[in-house]
């Protein structure tokens, strides 16, 4: 199930900015992710919510790439989705099962502005055909981002374009996952947020 949608960037200021200009919303401060470089802002969907991820200039370099290739992009678009499963192994050895290689869990942490959340993730290995096959998160014990992040957004519209449509639909069914995938000439997410102030097509 969706658990939430990440928006890269360059510049979570002013990403931020341009969302609340077009919807009406303006993202909370999610906070720092610890020895990663990075940080959030976050929108609530409900019980799922949109990551505004970006550079944190406070941790300087982390000596590593940050995710999501947010060291080489130039402006904001979307790049993946993350799947809520409480059972990590399984995500592994089912991904295995059709080809697809995932992380054994990695331990991740977030200073929040007055919680810190820990939590384990599967990464993808491989192509993830364009963001639409997920990486999968559990989030234990932790309070869901969703529960304290900015209300306001609601998905309008979330799918996948591919090439090769029934190909991509196989491998999340086969990961326990579904979402429509519709025929198109490149490999992208598609992703149609509504606000008070009006509905935004997040850049793929």
């Known amino acids: 199930m969706l658990d939430h949608i990440v928006l890269a960037t360059p510049d979570i200021a002013a990403t931020s900015e341009w969302l609340a200009d077009l919807t009406g919303v303006v993202a909370s401060e999610g906070g720092p992710h610890v020895n990663k470089g990075t940080r959030n802002r976050l929108c609530s969907f409900g019980d799922t919510y949109l990551e505004i991820i970006g550079p944190d200039p406070e941790q300087g370099d982390p000596g590593e790439p940050r995710s999501f290739g947010i060291d080489d992009l130039t402006s904001h ?42 939590w384990h ?14 990486f999968f998160i559990d989030w234990g014990t932790s309070r869901h981002p969703s529960e304290t992040a900015t209300p306001g957004l609601t998905v309008a519209t979330i799918h996948g374009c591919h090439p090769e449509p029934p190909r ?7 990961l326990g996952e579904t979402m429509a995938v519709e025929q198109s000439d490149r490999a992208c997410m598609f992703v149609e947020l509504s606000g008070p102030s009006g509905s935004v097509v997040l850049p793929s």
């Open 77 to 118: 678009r979307i790049v993946t989705w993350c799947a809520r499963q409480h059972d990590l192994s399984t995500v592994v050895s089912e991904g295995a099962a059709v080809g697809l290689g995932y992380t054994e869990p990695v331990a991740m942490r977030r200073v929040a502005p007055d919680m810190t959340l820990d």
């Open 121 to 134: 993730l599967s990464l993808p290995t491989g192509d993830t055909e364009g963001g639409i096959l997920p």
């Open 168 to 174: 991509v639909s196989e491998l999340l069914v086969a």
